[in-house]
């Protein structure tokens, strides 16, 4: 639409701005707004922090959770962390209005529970992805999926599975 044809369309209708905010914006097709974490899809991977530039989601683990943190104040809305994620537990949505008062509110946080090795105790995974990783194996190899990379390899030093390889 040129630039004339806009006015002459502002002029024939007698609107010449949009009705934002008193109606809500439309937002084009493919816009990136705020992210948003499933917390019941989430395995806490932490491919979502390893592809964040500003660094806006970190992951840590603390007192037996892995906690997930998205903070909008340092993304940069370029979707990457819902490119990369592997369960699909990160989704940009169309929300762009994210004014706030609050700190608190421009965060949010996963809380996971963190797997323990069965042999060494240490843990080393979240619970979730553990046992998604386990569902994925052959039934006789689930059981090292249990056991922290550490415990696994001494394991495999000890034994040697014919054709398969641990």
Do not use: W
Not at 140 to 150: E, F, I
């Amino acid at each position: 639409m040129g630039r004339l044809s806009i006015l002459a369309e502002g002029l024939a209708s007698h609107v010449v701005t949009e009705a934002y905010p008193k109606a809500p914006a439309e937002v084009p097709e493919g816009f990136r707004g705020r992210p948003r974490i499933d917390g019941g899809r989430c395995v806490g991977c932490g491919a979502c922090a390893n592809a964040c530039p500003p660094n806006a989601i970190s992951v840590r683990d603390e007192g037996g959770f892995r906690v997930v943190k998205l903070f909008l104040g340092r993304c940069i809305f370029c979707g990457r962390c819902a490119d990369v994620c592997p369960k699909e537990a990160v989704v940009i949505t169309r929300e762009f209005e994210l004014a706030s008062l609050s700190r608190e509110d421009l965060s949010q946080e996963v809380r996971l529970a963190l797997a323990r090795c069965a042999v060494c105790g240490r843990p080393y995974a979240t619970l979730r992805e553990v046992r998604d990783v386990a569902s994925k194996l052959p039934e006789g190899l689930r059981p090292l999926a249990y056991l922290c990379p550490d415990c696994r390899e001494a394991l495999a030093g000890k034994y040697v599975v014919i054709g398969r390889g641990l």
